[in-house]
């Protein structure tokens, strides 16, 4: 089982990005991806889950309506758009995958992480 995160980057506030998670070696489409991200000096913290099989997401109150997770099933990829970025959006961005979808955003629970991508929202 692998994750690679990419589309981490450098980006002025009120822009966007989109991340990306490409996944390979799951034996099958039951398990859910979460997003999480990591600041400097802070805990990581849950964005938003989705599950691979039927699309149900999950966000955390306080990402909800600046961030949208999607997934491309055919690529087995799958995405974190970011919009209107601030400064304390800042930080690795981690995807991960739940092998029991509980779709939740607890850190623990997840059992696969990829390597991370780091966001910097600075002008």
């Known amino acids: 089982v692998q994750l690679v995160e990419s589309g981490g980057g450098l980006v002025q506030p009120g822009g966007s990005l989109r991340l990306s998670c490409a996944a390979s070696?799951?034996?099958?489409?039951?398990?859910?991806i979460g997003w999480f991200r990591q600041a400097p000096g802070k805990e990581r913290e849950g964005v938003a889950c989705?599950?691979?099989?039927?699309?149900?997401?999950y966000y955390a109150d306080s990402m909800k309506g600046r961030f949208t997770v999607s997934r491309d099933n055919a690529k087995n990829t799958f995405y974190l758009q970011m919009n209107s970025l601030k400064p304390e959006d800042t930080g690795v961005y981690y995807c991960?995958?739940?092998?029991?979808?509980?779709?939740?955003?607890?850190?623990?629970?997840?059992?696969?992480w990829g390597q991370g991508t780091q966001v910097t929202v600075s002008s």
């Open positions: 991960a995958a739940d092998m029991l979808m509980t779709m939740d955003l607890v850190p623990k629970e997840y059992d696969y």
């Open positions: 989705i599950s691979v099989s039927d699309a149900n997401t």
């Open positions: 070696g799951f034996p099958h489409d039951y398990y859910a």
